[in-house]
């Protein structure tokens, strides 16, 4: 469930991404490792039934590069 009046949004820190490419091969549509090397995050917003999914690529990161923020 989104926190109060916020949609559930997704970021990187790449200045912690080491590029292991976790978060994309859990949520291709949402995360793509650029050539430079660190992930972008292609869809920033969160719907409540995608929350399980980007949840599990943020608990999954092992830099602790990925933030869910409103959630």
Do not use: N, W
Request: net charge negative.
């Amino acid at each position: 469930m989104p926190g109060t009046g916020g949609t559930a949004r997704v970021e990187v820190d790449t200045t912690k991404c080491i590029g292991t490419g976790i978060c994309e091969s859990l949520d291709p549509d949402r995360f793509e490792v650029q050539d430079e090397g660190f992930a972008k995050v292609l869809i920033a917003d969160v719907a409540d039934g995608d929350l399980p999914r980007v949840r599990d690529a943020v608990d999954s990161c092992p830099a602790q590069a990925l933030r869910l923020t409103g959630a």
